[in-house]
């Protein structure tokens, strides 16, 4: 069955970096354009990131732009999210997903952007 598993959410201060990494199983990974998604506390899902099948072509909502880096190694099944300059308003469950929208996501990991 289709599994992604997140990893590499952890406390870090405003201004800091953090890398999070998805392992895809399942399925043809290689075939999927894949997305970063993430819930802040007592808000919905929300698209941060897509990358297409062959990671040349990369998207990014308007309050990551510049900061975020998405990037896949199909090789090794497995998406990454690079994120630098990280700020309070970044605290969130960080998903990766096969769809914009994260219906088909994974667990998530926590990411707490705290002083």
């Known amino acids: 069955q289709v599994q992604l598993v997140e990893s590499g959410g952890d406390l870090v201060q405003p201004g800091g970096s953090l890398r999070l990494s998805c392992a895809a199983s399942?399925?043809?990974?290689?075939?999927?354009?894949m997305y970063w998604v993430r819930q802040a506390p007592g808000k919905g899902l929300e698209w941060v990131s897509s990358?297409?099948?062959?990671?040349?072509?990369?998207y990014y909502a308007d309050f990551v732009q510049g900061r975020f880096t998405i990037s896949r190694n199909n090789a090794k099944n497995t998406l990454y999210l690079q994120m630098n300059g990280l700020n309070a308003e970044d605290t969130a469950v960080y998903y990766c997903?096969?769809?914009?929208?994260?219906?088909?996501r994974g667990q998530g990991t926590q990411v707490t952007v705290s002083s």
């Open positions: 990358i297409n099948t062959g990671g040349g072509s990369t």
């Open positions: 399942g399925f043809t990974f290689s075939s999927y354009w």
């Open positions: 997903a096969r769809d914009r929208f994260g219906a088909d």
